[in-house]
Protein backbone atom coordinates (compact mmCIF):
# COMPACT_ATOMS: atom_id res chain seq x y z
CA UNK A 1 0.00 0.00 0.00
CA UNK A 2 1.43 3.54 -0.92
CA UNK A 3 1.76 5.87 1.74
CA UNK A 4 -0.13 8.24 -0.15
CA UNK A 5 -3.39 7.61 -2.16
CA UNK A 6 -4.62 10.11 -4.61
CA UNK A 7 -7.54 9.33 -7.40
CA UNK A 8 -5.26 9.79 -10.94
CA UNK A 9 -8.40 11.10 -12.78
CA UNK A 10 -8.52 12.22 -15.46
CA UNK A 11 -11.23 14.89 -13.84
CA UNK A 12 -13.27 17.22 -16.38
CA UNK A 13 -15.82 19.66 -15.02
CA UNK A 14 -17.19 22.71 -16.95
CA UNK A 15 -15.64 26.12 -16.01
CA UNK A 16 -17.40 27.55 -12.95
CA UNK A 17 -17.34 24.31 -10.82
CA UNK A 18 -16.44 23.63 -7.53
CA UNK A 19 -13.64 21.30 -8.10
CA UNK A 20 -13.24 18.51 -5.05
CA UNK A 21 -9.60 16.76 -4.95
CA UNK A 22 -8.91 14.00 -2.60
CA UNK A 23 -5.57 12.34 -0.93
CA UNK A 24 -5.91 9.68 1.92
CA UNK A 25 -2.90 8.74 3.71
CA UNK A 26 -1.83 5.84 5.95
CA UNK A 27 1.24 7.33 7.96
CA UNK A 28 -0.37 9.11 11.14
CA UNK A 29 3.11 10.50 12.19
CA UNK A 30 2.03 12.84 8.81
CA UNK A 31 1.71 16.46 10.31
CA UNK A 32 2.51 18.72 7.40
CA UNK A 33 0.27 18.63 4.44
CA UNK A 34 0.65 20.41 1.07
CA UNK A 35 -0.89 21.02 -2.21
CA UNK A 36 1.26 21.70 -5.46
CA UNK A 37 -0.34 22.55 -8.65
CA UNK A 38 2.05 21.38 -12.10
CA UNK A 39 1.20 22.19 -15.48
CA UNK A 40 2.55 20.33 -18.21
CA UNK A 41 6.29 20.66 -18.45
CA UNK A 42 6.87 22.40 -15.83
CA UNK A 43 7.74 22.39 -11.71
CA UNK A 44 5.65 21.98 -9.27
CA UNK A 45 3.91 25.58 -7.57
CA UNK A 46 2.86 25.57 -4.36
CA UNK A 47 -0.67 26.43 -3.74
CA UNK A 48 -1.80 25.74 -0.06
CA UNK A 49 0.05 24.17 3.29
CA UNK A 50 -1.40 23.32 6.46
CA UNK A 51 0.25 21.41 9.51
CA UNK A 52 -3.57 21.55 11.48
CA UNK A 53 -6.81 19.37 11.10
CA UNK A 54 -9.59 22.16 9.79
CA UNK A 55 -10.14 24.40 6.89
CA UNK A 56 -7.46 26.64 5.57
CA UNK A 57 -8.74 29.44 2.58
CA UNK A 58 -6.89 31.15 0.12
CA UNK A 59 -8.84 32.85 -2.26
CA UNK A 60 -10.54 30.65 -4.70
CA UNK A 61 -8.89 27.39 -3.21
CA UNK A 62 -9.55 25.95 0.54
CA UNK A 63 -7.35 23.37 1.67
CA UNK A 64 -9.17 20.52 4.69
CA UNK A 65 -7.55 18.54 6.75
CA UNK A 66 -8.98 15.51 8.93
CA UNK A 67 -6.26 13.67 10.45
CA UNK A 68 -8.41 11.40 12.75
CA UNK A 69 -9.75 9.94 8.55
CA UNK A 70 -6.43 10.54 7.41
CA UNK A 71 -7.90 12.55 4.59
CA UNK A 72 -7.21 15.83 3.01
CA UNK A 73 -8.85 17.62 0.10
CA UNK A 74 -7.90 21.22 -1.99
CA UNK A 75 -12.02 22.83 -3.29
CA UNK A 76 -11.01 25.04 -5.79
CA UNK A 77 -14.38 27.54 -6.19
CA UNK A 78 -15.40 29.11 -9.24
CA UNK A 79 -13.00 26.94 -11.90
CA UNK A 80 -11.43 29.05 -14.32
CA UNK A 81 -9.79 27.04 -17.58
CA UNK A 82 -6.62 28.37 -16.62
CA UNK A 83 -6.71 25.91 -13.42
CA UNK A 84 -6.30 23.09 -15.73
CA UNK A 85 -3.62 21.47 -14.09
CA UNK A 86 -2.33 18.54 -12.40
CA UNK A 87 -2.48 18.66 -8.26
CA UNK A 88 -0.48 16.73 -6.49
CA UNK A 89 -0.75 16.76 -2.98
CA UNK A 90 2.32 16.03 -0.42
CA UNK A 91 3.27 15.34 2.88
CA UNK A 92 5.77 14.75 5.61
CA UNK A 93 6.42 14.51 9.26
CA UNK A 94 6.96 17.64 11.15
CA UNK A 95 10.17 16.77 12.89
CA UNK A 96 13.39 15.35 11.42
CA UNK A 97 13.41 13.95 7.65
CA UNK A 98 12.05 16.77 5.59
CA UNK A 99 10.83 14.85 2.72
CA UNK A 100 8.08 15.14 0.95
CA UNK A 101 6.06 12.00 0.35
CA UNK A 102 3.48 12.98 -2.96
CA UNK A 103 0.40 11.53 -3.69
CA UNK A 104 0.06 10.39 -7.72
CA UNK A 105 -1.51 13.61 -8.84
CA UNK A 106 -4.51 14.20 -10.44
CA UNK A 107 -5.01 15.63 -13.88
CA UNK A 108 -8.04 18.63 -14.01
CA UNK A 109 -9.25 20.25 -17.13
CA UNK A 110 -11.83 22.63 -16.76
CA UNK A 111 -13.91 23.06 -20.06
CA UNK A 112 -14.90 26.52 -20.65
CA UNK B 1 10.20 35.40 -3.43
CA UNK B 2 11.54 32.14 -2.92
CA UNK B 3 12.55 31.38 -7.12
CA UNK B 4 14.72 28.04 -7.78
CA UNK B 5 15.99 28.08 -11.19
CA UNK B 6 17.33 25.05 -12.91
CA UNK B 7 19.60 25.47 -15.94
CA UNK B 8 19.55 23.82 -18.45
CA UNK B 9 15.91 23.45 -19.08
CA UNK B 10 16.01 20.93 -21.76
CA UNK B 11 19.33 19.02 -22.77
CA UNK B 12 19.76 16.34 -25.25
CA UNK B 13 22.73 14.04 -25.44
CA UNK B 14 24.30 10.97 -26.60
CA UNK B 15 24.23 7.40 -24.95
CA UNK B 16 27.51 7.27 -22.64
CA UNK B 17 28.05 10.99 -22.13
CA UNK B 18 27.51 12.90 -18.94
CA UNK B 19 25.36 15.61 -17.97
CA UNK B 20 25.30 17.92 -15.43
CA UNK B 21 22.04 20.11 -14.17
CA UNK B 22 22.56 22.92 -11.99
CA UNK B 23 19.81 24.22 -9.28
CA UNK B 24 19.90 27.53 -7.83
CA UNK B 25 18.30 29.45 -4.84
CA UNK B 26 18.01 32.82 -6.34
CA UNK B 27 16.45 34.81 -3.36
CA UNK B 28 16.99 32.68 -0.40
CA UNK B 29 19.74 30.59 1.02
CA UNK B 30 19.28 26.24 1.12
CA UNK B 31 20.88 24.34 3.28
CA UNK B 32 18.69 21.46 2.08
CA UNK B 33 18.19 20.64 -1.99
CA UNK B 34 16.26 17.92 -3.09
CA UNK B 35 16.65 16.01 -6.36
CA UNK B 36 13.41 14.39 -7.77
CA UNK B 37 12.82 12.42 -11.34
CA UNK B 38 9.30 12.60 -12.97
CA UNK B 39 7.98 10.11 -15.98
CA UNK B 40 4.80 11.30 -18.11
CA UNK B 41 2.23 11.39 -16.28
CA UNK B 42 3.99 10.17 -13.58
CA UNK B 43 4.42 11.63 -9.43
CA UNK B 44 7.65 13.17 -8.55
CA UNK B 45 10.28 10.19 -7.30
CA UNK B 46 12.81 11.45 -4.91
CA UNK B 47 16.40 10.57 -6.05
CA UNK B 48 18.32 12.42 -2.96
CA UNK B 49 18.91 14.81 -0.17
CA UNK B 50 21.35 17.02 -1.21
CA UNK B 51 23.16 19.14 2.05
CA UNK B 52 25.22 22.31 1.96
CA UNK B 53 28.85 20.77 2.70
CA UNK B 54 28.14 17.44 2.83
CA UNK B 55 27.22 13.76 0.90
CA UNK B 56 23.79 13.65 -0.43
CA UNK B 57 21.68 10.99 0.97
CA UNK B 58 20.32 8.89 -1.65
CA UNK B 59 16.92 7.03 -1.91
CA UNK B 60 17.09 3.43 -2.19
CA UNK B 61 17.58 2.51 -5.64
CA UNK B 62 19.03 5.36 -6.82
CA UNK B 63 22.70 4.49 -7.83
CA UNK B 64 24.84 7.07 -6.24
CA UNK B 65 27.65 6.48 -8.63
CA UNK B 66 25.32 7.05 -11.30
CA UNK B 67 23.49 10.22 -10.26
CA UNK B 68 26.35 12.59 -8.80
CA UNK B 69 25.30 15.36 -6.62
CA UNK B 70 27.19 18.15 -5.15
CA UNK B 71 26.32 20.95 -2.91
CA UNK B 72 28.76 23.00 -2.56
CA UNK B 73 27.14 26.54 -1.82
CA UNK B 74 24.22 27.65 0.08
CA UNK B 75 22.50 28.32 -3.66
CA UNK B 76 23.90 25.66 -5.79
CA UNK B 77 23.26 22.45 -5.98
CA UNK B 78 24.61 20.22 -9.26
CA UNK B 79 23.54 16.99 -10.47
CA UNK B 80 25.29 15.19 -12.68
CA UNK B 81 24.18 11.79 -14.79
CA UNK B 82 26.95 10.13 -15.61
CA UNK B 83 27.53 7.40 -18.88
CA UNK B 84 23.67 8.47 -19.57
CA UNK B 85 21.69 6.12 -21.31
CA UNK B 86 18.26 5.90 -22.79
CA UNK B 87 16.36 4.61 -19.87
CA UNK B 88 17.82 8.27 -17.86
CA UNK B 89 15.35 10.04 -20.21
CA UNK B 90 13.21 11.98 -18.15
CA UNK B 91 12.15 15.34 -16.30
CA UNK B 92 14.66 16.31 -13.33
CA UNK B 93 13.09 18.35 -10.86
CA UNK B 94 15.19 20.57 -7.85
CA UNK B 95 13.52 21.70 -4.95
CA UNK B 96 15.19 24.23 -2.07
CA UNK B 97 14.03 24.72 1.62
CA UNK B 98 14.93 27.97 2.48
CA UNK B 99 17.52 28.04 5.56
CA UNK B 100 15.82 28.46 8.74
CA UNK B 101 12.49 28.07 7.72
CA UNK B 102 12.49 24.08 6.94
CA UNK B 103 9.15 23.90 6.09
CA UNK B 104 8.37 24.49 2.49
CA UNK B 105 9.98 23.13 -0.99
CA UNK B 106 10.18 25.62 -3.97
CA UNK B 107 10.25 24.14 -7.07
CA UNK B 108 12.60 24.52 -9.61
CA UNK B 109 10.78 24.57 -13.16
CA UNK B 110 12.46 21.39 -14.05
CA UNK B 111 14.74 20.16 -16.38
CA UNK B 112 14.13 17.46 -19.47
CA UNK B 113 16.79 15.02 -20.60
CA UNK B 114 16.87 13.20 -23.42
CA UNK B 115 19.46 11.03 -23.68
CA UNK B 116 19.85 9.34 -27.79
Known amino acids: QKEVEQDPGPLSVPEGAIVSLNCTYS??????FMWYRQYSRKGPELLMY????GNKEDGRFTAQVDKSSKYISLFIRDSQPSDSATYLC????????????FGQGTRLTINP | GAVVSQHPSWVICKSGTSVKIECRSLDFQATTMFWYRQFPKQSLMLMAT?????????EQGVEKDKFLINHASLTLSTLTVTSAHPEDSSFYIC????????????FGPGTRLLVL
Open chain 2, 95 to 106: SAIPSGFGETQY
Open chain 1, 27 to 32: NSAFQY
Open chain 1, 90 to 101: AMRVLLGAQKLV
Open chain 1, 50 to 53: TYSS
Open chain 2, 50 to 58: SNEGSKATY
